[in-house]
């Protein structure tokens, strides 16, 4: 049976580069992997092509030859490379572990077993007077540390730990089958390269113990919801002495009685009475960094005018500038009217015009005339 063209297997052109080479290699690979595919013969069958187009298109050397005499260019006597491709299966080792080491049970340090902790998470909310002044805040994670007893090795103080004699301390086993050959993570040690007789009796072998630990967070005034604060190393203790992972705060603020933010900008809604509205007044408001400013009114303010107090809304993060905050006036209608009220009302309203209610009366003018035009 004749064999298939090395850059149709792949799905490649001739003139393919080296990164598109490769690309198209793992997609192929993924796609016929025996794992993906248990019991299909010819899928195990694609796999072992795309294994061997790869082998061969990825060396310079071999590419040229192939280009230049096709598959007679590595059969025994024409010439070639001879051999087939069992000399140079090891060259698959690093690809695959890119590609299935998770499906394999993930990728492991080979240096002694040390493998790097995990990273953790620690949601934090604060208030946003604390959000704009800043804080340091004390907080307790229960996190894995090194074992002190065995100082992290596993191993019961007195002994240490000898290396796993299935993979002889590479942490990898290799099964083959012809020309072709991939590695695994070893069962025996799981991947670490060596194995524990006399277990630490603290930490049954693992290196590390849980325990709580408090450590000191600093909150930078001008923190806005959803930021993330990165300590390094201060995560889960690495496994056998292996480096600590990361601790990740992510930070959220709660919302305020009076106050609404955007950015750096503060909003607040300040209602006024009616009377307040229509003649003038003023008020005071109190901004987070405690100073008071009174607002003016002025005669005829309407619902959602707006007033800037300049610099008074939150800092601006590792900087000297702050926005502003903005005071959102909304009327209020009168309710709950006694008699008297609603009398004085009820002459006021006698005694308006178009003059008193400018926007109103434009409005519904405006709506008539279109009425009337549709009713023509």
């Known amino acids: 049976m004749a064999k298939i063209d090395y850059y149709e297997m792949l799905g490649v052109a001739r003139s393919v580069g080296e990164k598109e080479l490769k690309s198209a290699y793992r997609k192929k690979a993924m796609q016929f992997h025996p794992d993906r595919n248990p019991d299909d013969k010819e899928a195990e069958r694609n796999f072992k092509e795309v294994n061997e187009a790869y082998e061969v298109l990825k060396d310079p050397q071999k590419r040229a030859a192939y280009d230049q005499f096709g598959h007679a260019a590595f059969e025994q006597g024409e010439g070639g490379f001879g051999g087939g491709f069992g000399a140079g299966t090891g060259a698959f080792s690093d690809i695959f572990e890119d590609i299935f080491g998770e499906m394999m ?41 090194t074992c002190e007893t065995c100082s992290g ?105 009076f106050f609404q933010r955007d950015g750096t900008d503060l909003f607040c809604r300040v209602p006024i009475s009616m009377t307040t509205a229509a003649l ?38 590792r900087s000297h500038g702050s926005g502003d905050l903005y005071i959102q006036i909304v009327t209020e209608t009168p309710q709950n009217l006694n008699r008297r009220q609603r009398e004085l009302l009820e002459e006021f309203e006698q005694i308006s015009s178009e003059k008193n209610s400018p926007e109103s009366a434009g409005f519904f003018t405006r709506m008539k005339n279109f009425l009337d035009g549709l009713a023509e």
């Open 280 to 317: 003038g007044g003023e008020f005071e408001v109190k901004a987070l960094d405690g100073t008071k400013t009174r607002v003016k009114v002025p005669e005829g303010t309407q619902t959602g005018k707006q007033f800037r107090l300049k610099a008074k809304g939150m800092p601006v993060m």
């Open 153 to 257: 090795s596993g191993a019961k103080p007195g002994s240490s730990p000898t290396v796993c004699s299935t993979c002889g301390g590479n942490g990898r086993v290799r099964a083959a089958s012809g020309f072709f050959s991939i590695e695994r993570t070893c069962p025996a040690c799981q991947g670490r390269g060596e194995v524990i007789t006399d277990p630490c009796e603290d930490c049954n072998g693992q290196g590390r113990v849980t325990r709580e630990r408090t450590l000191s967070v600093n909150i930078p005034a001008g923190i806005e919801d959803g930021v993330r604060i990165r300590l390094a190393g201060e995560g889960e203790a690495g496994s056998r002495n292996g480096p600590a992972g990361d601790l990740y705060i992510f930070l959220s603020v709660r919302p305020h009685e």
């Open 105 to 145: 049970g993930g990728r492991r340090s080979r240096s002694g077993g040390r493998e790097r902790g995990t990273d953790l998470r620690y949601n934090m909310e604060v208030s946003l007077e604390e959000a704009f002044t800043g804080k340091t805040a004390e907080i307790s994670v229960p996190t894995a540390v």
